[in-house]
Structure formats: C-alpha cells, structure tokens
C-alpha cells in the first residue's frame, strides 16, 4: 500500500508559485537562523583566553544577577496576571468593567520608561524623599529608604510592564474553561480557593505557562531599565564588552551564553508543558456565573485589580507629563522630528517587511504542511527567544567581516574603496527586528488564519485559482483585522526596542528610543521624558485595540 508524499504539489497546482512560495518561506528562516549560528561560530573560534577571563570575573554575577532577575520577574506576573485575571472574570466588584480592559494599559510602556518616571519621583532627590526630609526634618542619613536603582527596582518595573502578557493568556483561558467543572468541586466540598488552585488553575496552566514565557523572554532581553539602574546582566555586559571593553570575542561568547539560556527556559517549559492543552471552548457546557463581592471582599478586589493599573500606567503618564513640561526639549524642533521621522520610518518599514513574511511562512505551511514547512515555521519563532543584543551581534559578526573582506578586494582589484557597504544600513537594523518579531506577527497571522476553513482552500482550487491567487483572493480580506494586529504590534515593538538599534543604527540615525536613554544616561530625566512620552504615546494604539477586544461582551 503505498500513499502519496504530503509535501508534492498536485498537478492542478503551479510549481511556479509553490516555488516561489517555498523559497521565499526559507530564506526567511535562513535570516533568523543566521544570528544564532553566527554567535555561535564567533563565540567557539574567539579562543579560551576571553572564555576563562570571564568565568573568573563577570560571568558568575551576570548569570546570578539574570536568574535572579527572571525569579523575581516570574513570580511578580504570575501573581498579579492570574489573580487580576481571575478576579475580573469570575467575580463581579465596583469598577470591574472598567478594570478589565485598564489592566491592559501597562503593555504600551517600555520599562526603562517606567524606570525613569520612578526614579525622579524615588531617588534621593525627588519628591517622595524630599517631603519626607521637610515633614520629619530627617537629615539624608537618619532614615533608610528602599533604593530605586537595583535589581529589586528594575524587576518592579518589569513585573508592572509585562504582567498584561499572563493577565490576557490567564483570562482568555478562565473565560473558556467550563463552570460544570469548577461547580462539581464546590459540591463535592471543597472551598472556592480549593477549587480555584485543584481546578481553574491546572486547566488554565498551559496559557499562563505561555504568558509567564514571554515575560520571562522580555526580561533577560532587557537593557534599557537594567543598563539605567546599573544591573549587571548578559544584556548589559553584552553592550560593555562590544562598545566599552571593544571585545568583540567577548561580545559574541557573552551572547551565546544568553542565547543557550534563553533556548533552554523556551525548552523546558515546552518538556513541563507536555501534552496539556487549551480547553477547546466549543465543548463547554456552561459558563459559571460571576460572584458578586460585598464589603472587604469586594475593597480587595478593587485593590488587587486597580493597583497594578495606578502603578503601572496612571501614575507614571502624569509623572511623564510634570518632567516633561519642565523640559527644555521642543517635540517640534527640527532635531526632534528628525528621532521621530527616523522612529517611524523604522517601524514602518520592519513591520510592513515582517507580516510579509509572516504571510508566507504561514501560508507555505498551511499548504504544504511537512517536515519542511513546520521546521521553517519553528526556526522562524526562535527569534523571540533571542534578545535584541544577541540578534545585534550575530548580524553584525558575519556582515562586518564581509564588508571588510569586500573592501580589501576593491583596494586591491580596483583601487577603491567601498566602505561598510550592508553593517550601516538600515537595512541591517530591518533585519534585526524581523528576527526579532516575526514571531509575533506569525502567531496574530496564524490565530486569524485558524478562521479560514479549508473548504475555502478547496473551492478557490476547484475554481482554477492558484495558490498565491488563493491568498490574495480569499485569505486576505478575511485577515485583514489579524494583519492590522500584526502590522500595530511590530511597529510598537520596533519603536521601544533598545539594545539592537543602539549597537545597529547608522551613524548619526538617532531614534526615540536612543534619545530617551541617551538623556537619562545622562541623569536629564526632565528631557528623557519627552521622547518616552511620544513612546508611549504611539504604543496606546494596540493597546486600544487589544483593550477593546477585552472589553467585549462575552
């Protein structure tokens, strides 16, 4: 008995458009392999000399201070995700509708932004511990005071910005779990926190694994909030050893180290994870009635739910907006809309280039599922688990050298020289995000394209259309809403990504985002928030948008 390949077009198809289709789908995987196994190679061949220096001074703190880090960012998200999650869903207390989509706004700051705002009022010298002096007459050193710049501080500012990744995992997951399930374990006697850990919790444990993901993922790719508050991790010590120390053998063999733990965090929780799955909402009996709150109950609830949103979003606007109106930066001055011309330029144009790519990775694997669509699928998701300073060395290692040798050949050939022809362009920096990204814009593509029947598929090709016709033809307009999502989430990601467009950028290619940290480096914090305002500004609009699908009846 013998069955056809899945992975050969049948004959009423093109070849031509597979072709294409199939080419273009590796070549994207082929571009978010390389800064990987350009780390990789870079690291192996710089000699044993850096390898040992470093395990004798800053590996052992870098490695300790990330753990660290990841420890205290992992359990401060789940912690307010889970319980804001399922406070607002199964429970009815005042202002609840209004929480349920505030609980989202925190996702639109970067979290050096945050840093910022909480160190003028925090530091020594705001307005926190200078009322605090003048009410007590406290001299500076009659009292002690929680120090903003540590890893304590810089975990607070990341816990308040990426706890919306478990909040939106953990209530999309509470939201589709059948109340009969946790109805029966109340009746056979257990209590409502019984239930809730036996119950809910294990059900909803494969997207809040997801959600702590990402922010785990966000956390050692940080640079901005813990180079500002001076933590020494892999993200910072990867910037020092590149531009500072000049090591470019250190660099690479510091990224590595991130890069193996980063892969093994994404790897370990995929073998926990085992077979668990979502509830498939399709199949659920009933929704469990919310519970209405009275009293102390009800004022908990409204702490839990409504402090992370006063923390994490009202109080550091309002900060922003008193340090940026005693700023001496002009938004409209010609230098500044220059950070704002280049900002946008990146953004758009990476976005525009990674749900391009999203869309043909995607599609090539709906088509073609196999092997080899899956493996491209799978390589081109590795990029999110990869920091933005380790994605910034493996691009520039293998792209310098070229550069270089191409240079020594037109000297000695031709007697010219052509300079960094590809290491300072933008379009080395578009590639860094869309390696970065792009797995964020294939899973808003995937989610939309799980809509799309394959009956459809199937009356398009009856009908004559090829497979590139089919997509635009059908698929297209029905994902429209998924792309819109996609193209929003990339252009946001690429205007507060820091590392990689600090190590990548051409010359004298200023963005916001530089702008902001270069201000705040240089303790003008008036004048970094005016940058980061604009930051937070433009990443509001997903944040609506995302808001407004939360705030959806159900």
Same mark, same amino acid.
């Given at each position: 008995?013998?069955?056809?390949?899945?992975?050969?077009?049948?004959?009423?198809?093109?070849?031509?458009?597979?072709?294409?289709?199939?080419?273009?789908?590796?070549?994207?995987?082929?571009?978010?392999?390389?800064?990987?196994?350009?780390?990789?190679?870079?690291?192996?061949?710089?000699?044993?000399?850096?390898?040992?220096?470093?395990?004798?001074?800053?590996?052992?703190?870098?490695?300790?201070?990330?753990?660290?880090?990841?420890?205290?960012?992992?359990?401060?998200?789940?912690?307010?995700?889970?319980?804001?999650?399922?406070?607002?869903?199964?429970?009815?207390?005042?202002?609840?509708?209004?929480?349920?989509?505030?609980?989202?706004?925190?996702?639109?700051?970067?979290?050096?932004?945050?840093?910022?705002?909480?160190?003028?009022?925090?530091?020594?010298?705001?307005?926190?511990?200078?009322?605090?002096?003048?009410?007590?007459?406290?001299?500076?050193?009659?009292?002690?005071?929680?120090?903003?710049?540590?890893?304590?501080?810089?975990?607070?500012?990341?816990?308040?910005?990426?706890?919306?990744?478990?909040?939106?995992?953990?209530?999309?997951?509470?939201?589709?779990?059948?109340?009969?399930?946790?109805?029966?374990?109340?009746?056979?006697?257990?209590?409502?926190?019984?239930?809730?850990?036996?119950?809910?919790?294990?059900?909803?444990?494969?997207?809040?694994?997801?959600?702590?993901?990402?922010?785990?993922?966000?956390?050692?790719?940080?640079?901005?909030?813990?180079?500002?508050?001076?933590?020494?991790?892999?993200?910072?010590?990867?910037?020092?050893?590149?531009?500072?120390?000049?090591?470019?053998?250190?660099?690479?063999?510091?990224?590595?180290?991130?890069?193996?733990?980063?892969?093994?965090?994404?790897?370990?929780?995929?073998?926990?994870?085992?077979?668990?799955?979502?509830?498939?909402?399709?199949?659920?009996?009933?929704?469990?009635?919310?519970?209405?709150?009275?009293?102390?109950?009800?004022?908990?609830?409204?702490?839990?739910?409504?402090?992370?949103?006063?923390?994490?979003?009202?109080?550091?606007?309002?900060?922003?907006?008193?340090?940026?109106?005693?700023?001496?930066?002009?938004?409209?001055?010609?230098?500044?809309?220059?950070?704002?011309?280049?900002?946008?330029?990146?953004?758009?144009?990476?976005?525009?280039?990674?749900?391009?790519?999203?869309?043909?990775?995607?599609?090539?694997?709906?088509?073609?599922?196999?092997?080899?669509? &899956?493996? #491209?699928?799978?390589?081109?998701?590795? !990029?999110? $688990? %990869? *920091?933005?300073? @380790? /994605?910034?060395?493996?691009? =520039?290692?293998?792209?310098?050298?070229?550069?270089?040798?191409?240079?020594?050949?037109?000297?000695?050939?031709?007697?010219?020289?052509?300079?960094?022809?590809?290491?300072?362009?933008?379009?080395?920096?578009?590639?860094?995000?869309?390696?970065?990204?792009?797995?964020?814009?294939?899973?808003?593509?995937?989610?939309?394209?799980?809509?799309?029947?394959?009956?459809?598929?199937?009356?398009?090709?009856?009908?004559?259309?090829?497979?590139?016709?089919?997509?635009?033809?059908?698929?297209?307009?029905?994902?429209?809403?998924?792309?819109?999502?996609?193209?929003?989430?990339?252009?946001?990601?690429?205007?507060?990504?820091?590392?990689?467009?600090?190590?990548?950028?051409?010359?004298?290619?200023?963005?916001?985002?530089?702008?902001?940290? &270069?201000? #705040?480096?240089?303790?003008?914090?008036? !004048?970094? $928030? %005016? *940058?980061?305002? @604009? /930051?937070?500004?433009?990443? =509001?609009?997903?944040?609506?948008?995302?808001?407004?699908?939360?705030?959806?009846?159900?």
């Amino acid at each position: 008995m013998t069955s056809t390949p899945t992975n050969i077009a049948p004959p009423s198809v093109p070849r031509e458009g597979m072709r294409l289709l199939k080419g273009v789908s590796l070549l994207v995987a082929s571009i978010c392999a390389l800064p990987m196994l350009a780390v990789a190679i870079a690291a192996l061949t710089g000699g044993t000399q850096t390898v040992r220096h470093l395990a004798e001074t800053v590996l052992p703190g870098y490695a300790g201070t990330t753990l660290l880090l990841v420890v205290l960012v992992t359990a401060g998200t789940f912690a307010i995700g889970v319980s804001a999650a399922w406070l607002v869903t199964m429970t009815r207390f005042p202002l609840v509708r209004v929480l349920e989509v505030a609980l989202v706004l925190p996702l639109a700051f970067p979290a050096y932004v945050l840093a910022y705002a909480y160190t003028h009022i925090l530091d020594h010298p705001g307005i926190v511990q200078t009322t605090l002096r003048s009410v007590t007459g406290w001299g500076p050193r009659d009292y002690w005071f929680p120090e903003i710049r540590s890893l304590g501080g810089a975990a607070l500012m990341l816990i308040l910005v990426l706890y919306p990744y478990v909040y939106l995992l953990a209530r999309a997951a509470f939201l589709q779990q059948s109340g009969s399930t946790f109805l029966a374990a109340r009746a056979l006697g257990s209590s409502a926190w019984v239930a809730f850990f036996r119950v809910s919790l294990p059900l909803a444990r494969p997207a809040i694994a997801g959600g702590v993901l990402l922010a785990v993922m966000e956390t050692i790719a940080d640079f901005g909030t813990v180079a500002y508050f001076g933590v020494q991790t892999f993200a910072t010590g990867i910037y020092t050893s590149w531009f500072s120390l000049f090591d470019r053998s250190g660099a690479a063999q510091l990224a590595l180290c991130l890069l193996s733990f980063a892969l093994l965090l994404a790897m370990l929780e995929r073998a926990q994870r085992g077979g668990a799955k979502y509830h498939d909402p399709s199949r659920r009996a009933d929704v469990m009635p919310p519970v209405p709150l009275r009293g102390m109950h009800a004022v908990t609830a409204l702490l839990v739910c409504g402090l992370p949103v006063v923390f994490g979003a009202l109080l550091p606007i309002g900060v922003l907006l008193w340090m940026g109106i005693g700023s001496e930066q002009n938004i409209l001055s010609p230098r500044y809309l220059g950070f704002i011309r280049n900002s946008l330029t990146l953004a758009g144009i990476a976005a525009v280039v990674t749900v391009m790519a999203a869309i043909c990775v995607g599609f090539f694997q709906r088509l073609r599922p196999g092997r080899l669509s &899956r493996g #491209a699928a799978y390589v081109a998701r590795l !990029g999110y $688990a %990869v *920091p933005g300073g @380790v /994605i910034a060395v493996g691009l =520039l290692v293998p792209f310098a050298a070229f550069d270089n040798q191409l240079d020594a050949w037109m000297r000695a050939t031709f007697d010219i020289s052509t300079g960094l022809l590809i290491t300072g362009s933008i379009w080395l920096l578009i590639t860094a995000y869309l390696v970065r990204f792009l797995a964020a814009a294939l899973g808003a593509y995937e989610g939309g394209q799980a809509m799309v029947h394959a009956n459809m598929d199937a009356a398009a090709r009856s009908l004559g259309e090829t497979p590139l016709g089919t997509l635009r033809r059908v698929h297209l307009p029905i994902l429209a809403p998924s792309l819109l999502t996609a193209l929003l989430i990339v252009f946001v990601d690429v205007m507060k990504e820091l590392p990689a467009t600090l190590i990548m950028r051409p010359f004298n290619y200023d963005t916001l985002a530089v702008q902001a940290y &270069r201000l #705040a480096s240089d303790e003008r914090l008036n !004048g970094a $928030a %005016v *940058p980061s305002l @604009v /930051i937070v500004a433009v990443g =509001l609009l997903p944040v609506i948008l995302i808001c407004r699908q939360v705030g959806r009846p159900r």
